[in-house]
């Protein structure tokens, strides 16, 4: 897949261009959908509990994401969201219960061997290495998929010099799927925050992940920026056919992209199921979305605080 010429590395204390303008934001000039991922397996959660020193964080939570769908995991402050997010990634291991991803078991395994297994995050809190450019920053995601050794890299072999190709060719096609491209040469710390956000979840396509675990991203964006998001992440879906985890407080943009929806409070899976459904399950109104379900069917306000 050709892409646009990069862009020239920009001056010190020189800006950045502005991100493309429009309704649709970035991807709306991508090159074309990268090809889908091969073998997407089903995630079966089953009982996850996890303690710590006798504070229960998750308590016999289960669901399942089926192959190519969106599945949000949304709840209040304190619900259990991002331990549910640790413990698939590896980060946290599971007091008891089973994490499987087809026919691997991923609860006990280190985060390096769940992400070989095709598991890929993104973080709330962006970790992006300022000085690097976008295209150094998506190239980390490749590491994984690196087979030349520290010697043959070194010293220029054939066959490193051809995969560091291979790997080029494939940053620039994700780069122009996201929209990144013409900030390639630019360095990633230097880039408008919503900007920065897509470098990352950018890094995670990188890795060629079957499982993509969302964490929040859209926070912190303007009204134009997380729409362009969520188109990003719908064509992520429709496009690539990967699994997508999502955690989420915007209700709005959960609402417009989850195929299914599970709802933690204080540890414990209250609902799930359709979004339509879940925003007016009555435990749900109670516990998180506020006092009553709305009569025009948009998503409600939250009730008791999103954070």
Same mark, same amino acid.
């Given at each position: ?248 407080? &915007?209700?709005? #943009? /959960?609402?417009?992209?989850?195929? *299914?929806?599970?709802?933690? %409070?204080? @540890?414990?899976?209250? +609902? =799930? ?7 007016? &399950?009555?435990? #749900? /109104?109670?516990?998180?979305?506020? *006092?009553?379900?709305?009569? %025009?069917? @948009?998503?409600?306000? +939250? =009730?008791?605080?999103?954070?």
């Amino acid at each position: 897949m050709r892409g646009a010429p990069r862009s020239r590395r920009p001056p010190p204390g020189s800006r950045c261009p502005e991100p493309p303008s429009g309704p649709d934001g970035p991807a709306a000039d991508a090159a074309g959908p990268v090809p889908a991922a091969p073998g997407v397996p089903e995630l079966r959660v089953t009982g996850l509990t996890v303690r710590f020193a006798g504070l229960t964080a998750l308590d016999d939570v289960s669901f399942t994401v089926r192959p190519g769908s969106v599945h949000a995991v949304i709840g209040p402050n304190g619900a259990g969201k991002s331990t549910c997010f640790n413990v698939l990634s590896g980060v946290y291991r599971a007091t008891s219960g089973s994490v499987r991803l087809g026919g691997h078991e991923l609860t006990g395994l280190p985060p390096h061997r769940i992400a070989g297994l095709g598991v890929a995050r993104t973080f709330q809190n962006l970790a992006l290495p300022p000085y690097a450019t976008v295209s150094d920053t998506l190239m980390l995601g490749r590491h994984r998929l690196t087979r030349a050794g520290f010697l043959a890299a070194g010293l220029r072999l054939p066959s490193a010099a051809r995969e560091e190709a291979r790997h080029g060719a494939r940053v620039r096609e994700i780069a122009a799927f996201t929209g990144l491209e013409p900030y390639l040469d630019h360095p990633a710390g230097a880039l408008p925050y919503g900007l920065q956000k897509l470098v990352e979840l950018g890094r995670a396509l990188c890795t060629e992940p079957r499982l993509l675990l969302l964490d929040e991203p859209v926070a912190g964006m303007t009204s134009a920026a997380r729409r362009r998001t969520a188109a990003l992440v719908a064509g992520i879906r429709d496009s690539l056919g990967i699994s997508i985890v999502l955690v989420e407080h &915007d209700m709005g #943009v /959960v609402m417009r992209l989850a195929d *299914e929806v599970t709802v933690l %409070d204080f @540890g414990r899976r209250i +609902a =799930g199921g359709a979004p339509e459904a879940v925003q007016r &399950d009555p435990e #749900v /109104v109670r516990a998180y979305l506020g *006092e009553a379900a709305p009569e %025009d069917g @948009g998503a409600p306000a +939250a =009730g008791r605080g999103h954070r």
